[in-house]
């Protein structure tokens, strides 16, 4: 599992494709860590939509297409995240609305941001 990720990461980074000192054979490594690639690569491109598959089917390894779906959806979760943030900052109670029904919104709005990694504290929610 590590060695899929790690590719991704960068932490394992491409090999030489040939020997030392420039000789014609083949690097051993380079075909094991070119065969997990290319693994990577297929599962990334079984699990994005056709429409987002478009945009990465020309990229040349699974790190190319990670950093370009990293990139991509970071942009989309910041968004959201402001959206959220922005919804939090402007609720209000409504004359007809119970307090453990306003309570609630404000629950499950501070759930969705602790969904996406910025959780809200306590003393946020006062």
Known sequence: ???????????????????????????????????????NQAWLFGTISKDTL??????????????????????????????????LTNISLEPDQFVDSYSCSIKTIADTLAAIQLPIYDIELI
């Not at 991704?8 to 070119?34: E, K, R, V």
């Not at 040349?60 to 979760?77: G, T, Y």
Request: charged residues 10%.
């Open 54 to 87: 478009s945009e990465v089917r020309d990229l040349m390894h699974s790190i190319q297409v990670w950093q370009h779906l990293e990139s991509k959806f970071n942009m989309a979760s910041l968004a959201q995240a402001l959206d959220i943030e922005y919804l």
């Open 1 to 39: 599992m590590c060695q899929f990720y790690g590719i991704l990461d960068g932490s394992i980074s491409q090999p030489t494709s040939h020997g030392p000192h420039g000789t014609s054979q083949q690097n051993p490594i380079y075909n094991c860590w070119f065969w997990v690639d290319q693994l």
